[in-house]
């Protein structure tokens, strides 16, 4: 029998791997795997807590103000628009931009060539009145002569009846005659006065003493007056006092009176504020896109003269205001414990209440031994994120909750928390 074994050469003996120690290795790698899974599963789980944790905030003590903010745009208290009267050409401009003004001041010049001919023309049609009426008046006199030799003759029956009719008709005539040179001469006076008017018209005044804004024509330029007013320049009053037209939704309009302090802050300068006073709350509504909102006047000074017109302006009226009580985050008050904890799960007042003091009755809790406990409280004013409370077991610093986190979902240190918001916020903990 033949002898067929190969014998292996050094280096096919190096490279060949135990078929047993690979059979280990892989053994290894699975119990590991099924260890890691356990720890994770059931040792890991019994190092978190169980339950739910609490997001929490201390009740403060201190002032809060109850405030409307809407915005507007910056205007002058009085601006007049200056137009043309008369239709023509622009012969000269006397002003231009942020130039001062007083009332009577001439702004600007149509060219007067065709109004100082219709003058001439009115005066000719005066004087042709005047000349019809002379001769009228002479007609007249003469027809009363006539009449009175008529009725000498009738009396002593030199001349017939007819001749004496025929006298009064020619009398009465001219006294008509008359009547109507007197009419013409009214309307000459009447056509004169206006080519002096319209003369006048060429010459554009200032109505008020005041700040041009605006300055719509140039020398040269044509204007028509036919059918609308062209606007030549626009004056502002006086720009030391200014107002800002803002629009307030209907659910603050009725916190705002007239007379309430304001301040207002405008984009060119943010750092500064700018007093005012509400002065008109408009009646008229202003319906935008479903949203209905009113008009309120605020008058601001601008004694500096940084206040500029057509600015956009952020107003803050202060409506309310209370020192030294206790406040609380407006989510305490919206804060309810699931089901099966604390009180149950009964809807909690609103924050903010109606008019001034105390207006609604609201819930929060406090915690106590790391349960919730209820506190029926009086809920007052609110900023929009604090509201003041009051009632009893309310002390500053006590800690109030603001809404759950699950621990189990990955609340606890170095994992994310398992609640709606995603950490506690300045000066806010997260109790287990």
Same mark, same amino acid.
């Given at each position: 029998?033949?002898?067929?074994?190969?014998?292996?050469?050094?280096?096919?003996?190096?490279?060949?791997?135990?078929?047993?120690?690979?059979?280990?290795?892989?053994?290894?790698?699975?119990?590991?795997?099924?260890?890691?899974?356990?720890?994770?599963?059931?040792?890991?789980?019994?190092?978190?807590?169980?339950?739910?944790?609490?997001?929490?905030?201390?009740?403060?003590?201190?002032?809060?103000?109850?405030?409307?903010?809407?915005?507007?745009?910056?205007?002058?208290?009085?601006?007049?628009?200056?137009?043309?009267?008369?239709?023509?050409?622009?012969?000269?401009?006397?002003?231009?931009?942020?130039?001062?003004?007083?009332?009577?001041?001439?702004?600007?010049?149509?060219?007067?060539?065709?109004?100082?001919?219709?003058?001439?023309?009115?005066?000719?049609?005066?004087?042709?009145?005047?000349?019809?009426?002379?001769?009228?008046?002479?007609?007249?006199?003469?027809?009363?002569?006539?009449?009175?030799?008529?009725?000498?003759?009738?009396?002593?029956?030199?001349?017939?009846?007819?001749?004496?009719?025929?006298?009064?008709?020619?009398?009465?005539?001219?006294?008509?005659?008359?009547?109507?040179?007197?009419?013409?001469?009214?309307?000459?006076?009447?056509?004169?006065?206006?080519?002096?008017?319209?003369?006048?018209?060429?010459?554009?005044?200032?109505?008020?003493?005041?700040?041009?804004?605006?300055?719509?024509?140039?020398?040269?330029?044509?204007?028509?007056?036919?059918?609308?007013?062209?606007?030549?320049?626009?004056?502002?009053?006086?720009?030391?006092?200014?107002?800002?037209?803002?629009?307030?939704?209907?659910?603050?309009?009725?916190?705002?009176?007239?007379?309430?302090?304001?301040?207002?802050?405008?984009?060119?300068?943010?750092?500064?504020?700018?007093?005012?006073?509400?002065?008109?709350?408009?009646?008229?509504?202003?319906?935008?896109?479903?949203?209905?909102?009113?008009?309120?006047?605020?008058?601001?000074?601008?004694?500096?003269?940084?206040?500029?017109?057509?600015?956009?302006?952020?107003?803050?009226?202060?409506?309310?205001?209370?020192?030294?009580?206790?406040?609380?985050?407006?989510?305490?008050?919206?804060?309810?414990?699931? @089901? /099966?904890? *604390?009180? !149950? #799960?009964?809807?909690? =007042?609103?924050? $903010? %209440?109606? +008019?001034? &003091?105390?207006?609604?009755?609201?819930?929060?809790?406090?915690?106590?031994?790391?349960?919730?406990?209820?506190?029926?409280?009086?809920?007052?004013?609110?900023?929009?994120?604090?509201?003041?409370?009051?009632?009893?077991?309310?002390?500053?610093?006590?800690?109030?909750?603001?809404?759950?986190?699950?621990?189990? @979902? /990955?609340? *606890?240190? !170095? #994992?994310?928390?398992? =609640?709606?918001? $995603? %950490?506690? +916020?300045? &000066?806010?903990?997260?109790?287990?």
């Amino acid at each position: 029998m033949t002898d067929t074994t190969v014998s292996e050469t050094p280096e096919q003996h190096r490279y060949k791997r135990p078929r047993g120690g690979r059979r280990w290795w892989l053994i290894a790698l699975v119990v590991a795997a099924v260890g890691g899974a356990a720890y994770y599963k059931f040792g890991r789980k019994a190092e978190e807590p169980a339950g739910p944790g609490y997001l929490t905030d201390k009740v403060s003590k201190g002032a809060i103000e109850e405030t409307v903010r809407a915005t507007g745009t910056v205007q002058p208290l009085l601006e007049v628009t200056v137009g043309a009267q008369v239709s023509g050409r622009i012969s000269a401009v006397h002003v231009d931009y942020n130039a001062k003004v007083k009332a009577g001041d001439l702004l600007a010049e149509i060219d007067a060539a065709p109004y100082e001919a219709q003058l001439a023309q009115a005066r000719a049609s005066l004087l042709a009145a005047r000349a019809q009426r002379a001769q009228a008046s002479a007609n007249l006199a003469l027809a009363e002569k006539n009449l009175a030799r008529a009725n000498e003759l009738r009396a002593a029956a030199l001349n017939a009846q007819s001749e004496v009719d025929q006298a009064v008709a020619a009398r009465d005539a001219g006294r008509a005659s008359v009547q109507v040179a007197e009419a013409q001469i009214a309307q000459a006076n009447a056509g004169l006065s206006e080519a002096e008017n319209r003369l006048t018209y060429t010459r554009i005044l200032a109505p008020i003493d005041g700040i041009v804004s605006k300055r719509g024509v140039e020398p040269g330029q044509t204007v028509a007056a036919s059918f609308q007013t062209p606007t030549l320049f626009v004056i502002a009053n006086d720009l030391t006092r200014m107002r800002i037209i803002a629009n307030v939704d209907e659910a603050n309009i009725g916190k705002l009176k007239e007379g309430m302090k304001a301040v207002a802050r405008v984009e060119a300068y943010p750092r500064d504020t700018f007093d005012g006073t509400v002065t008109s709350l408009r009646i008229t509504p202003i319906t935008t896109n479903g949203v209905v909102s009113y008009e309120s006047v605020i008058e601001v000074s601008n004694d500096d003269g940084r206040l500029r017109p057509g600015m956009t302006a952020t107003v803050t009226a202060t409506t309310q205001k209370s020192d030294g009580v206790f406040r609380v985050p407006n989510a305490a008050l919206r804060y309810k414990p699931s @089901a /099966g904890e *604390g009180e !149950g #799960g009964e809807k909690t =007042g609103a924050p $903010g %209440g109606s +008019g001034k &003091g105390f207006g609604a009755m609201g819930k929060l809790f406090l915690l106590s031994a790391g349960q919730p406990a209820p506190r029926a409280v009086k809920v007052g004013i609110t900023d929009g994120v604090m509201t003041e409370v009051e009632g009893s077991g309310l002390s500053e610093g006590a800690e109030v909750i603001l809404e759950e986190t699950d621990a189990a @979902a /990955g609340g *606890g240190p !170095g #994992g994310p928390p398992g =609640g709606k918001r $995603g %950490g506690p +916020g300045p &000066g806010r903990m997260r109790v287990f």
